[in-house]
């Protein structure tokens, strides 16, 4: 099993800044890609950005040029950068994990560890 636990959300003004972090323990070994997805209220849970074990990476449209990710795996943490937010980058921020290897996993169906979420509000 692998446990996941995001730190990071809060508050924050239009064109602020929040670095996500993403703490992997337990049968880490078993992680290939790892991904951060969003799901705000009424809407369905949608892929930010994702990043393999090689460091390729894969973005949303909606945020390409505004968030970052990046994985230490000396630390097995994953980091979601985000700059420039808008109010509808508001969500629940969710880390995920797969074993699965060889392309860009989307689907949350792909995904086979969950983190709890930490909420992100974008508000003046």
């Known amino acids: 099993q692998v446990q996941l636990v995001e730190s990071g959300g809060g508050l924050v003004q239009p064109g602020g800044s929040l670095r996500l972090s993403c703490a992997a323990s337990g049968s880490i070994f078993s992680i290939n890609a790892m991904g951060w997805y969003r799901q705000a209220p009424g809407k369905q849970r949608e892929l930010v950005a994702a990043?393999?074990?090689?460091?390729?990476?894969n973005y949303a449209d909606s945020v390409k040029g505004r968030f970052t990710i990046s994985r230490d795996n000396a630390k097995n943490t994953v980091y979601l950068q985000m700059n420039s937010l808008k109010p509808e980058d508001t969500a629940v921020y969710y880390c995920?994990?797969?074993?699965?290897?060889?392309?860009?996993?989307?689907?949350?169906?792909?995904?086979?560890?969950w983190g709890q979420g930490t909420q992100v509000t974008v508000s003046s």
């Open positions: 995920a994990a797969t074993p699965l290897s060889g392309r860009f996993y989307t689907k949350p169906a792909d995904y086979s560890y």
């Open positions: 990043i393999t074990s090689g460091g390729s990476t």
